[in-house]
């Protein structure tokens, strides 16, 4: 089974620019979340969709968004970046079945670097 | 931001010797833990998670131990091997049943010496 892919695994920006990345999950999952890896704040949950909704968010400003497809590929989207955006982000998908903890699977990740 | 502490940034074991790794939580309503390896160049692996109405698992070459009473998980790797070098992150969830949402701790860092 194919894991979660991430892409691009590369990215440079400018400030002020927007920045769109993308997420498939393993197939037949149904919940994908995102975070933020940075050195000083460590990993940071951004957001979670389950179903093409939003259904828990973290402390991030409005600059981060997101959403999720009918085929449960997700995209998350920054405007205006911001030198400190800069950071690894990081996709898990999850099948969300159930009660109890659903193991996260996370992809290899977007560093995003802004200049 | 929301965060589950750690006690050590780095640990170096010799290879052969067994590795603890410990973890510090504030929020008593966490209902599971979980602990994650990082490689360089690759997203969080998982290794084992423990529902908090437990206080001992066990899994290939890995204990996890939860201490409610004073808000305190470990992990054990026995005969630590090159392979497990790696930043080790537990994780704690928060919330509904099923959420994706975790809490992350800062990471420490497992130098294994040949």
């Not at chain 2, 502490?5 to 170096?12: C, D």
């Not at chain 2, 290939?60 to 009473?69: A, C, E, F, H, I």
């Not at chain 2, 080790?88 to 949402?101: I, L, V």
Request: some cysteine; overall charge positive.
């Amino acid at each position: 089974k194919a894991g979660v892919t991430q892409t691009p695994r590369y990215l440079i920006k400018t400030r002020g620019q927007q920045v769109t990345l993308s997420c498939s999950p393993i197939s037949g999952h149904r919940s994908v979340s995102w975070y933020q890896q940075t050195p000083g704040q460590g990993l940071q949950f951004l957001f979670e969709y389950f179903s093409e909704t939003q259904r828990n968010k973290g402390n991030f400003p409005g600059r981060f968004s997101g959403r999720q497809f009918s085929n449960s590929r997700s995209e998350m989207n920054v405007s205006t970046l911001e030198l400190g955006d800069s950071a690894l982000y990081l996709c898990a998908s999850s099948l969300a079945q159930g009660g109890g903890y659903n193991e996260q699977f996370f992809g290899p990740g977007t560093r995003l670097t802004v200049l | 931001g929301e965060s589950v502490g750690l006690h050590l940034p780095t640990l170096s074991v010799q290879e052969g010797d067994n590795s603890i790794i410990n973890c510090a939580y504030s929020n008593s309503a966490s209902d599971y833990f979980i602990w994650y390896k990082q490689e360089s160049g690759k997203g969080p692996q998982f290794i084992i998670d423990i529902r908090s109405n437990m206080d001992k698992r066990q899994g290939q070459r890995v204990t996890v131990l939860l201490n409610k009473t004073v808000k305190h998980l470990s992990l054990q790797i026995a005969a630590t091997q090159p392979g497990d070098s790696a930043v080790y992150f537990c994780a704690e969830k928060r919330g509904f049943s099923n959420t994706g949402k975790l809490i992350f701790g800062q990471g420490t860092t497992l130098q294994v010496k040949p």
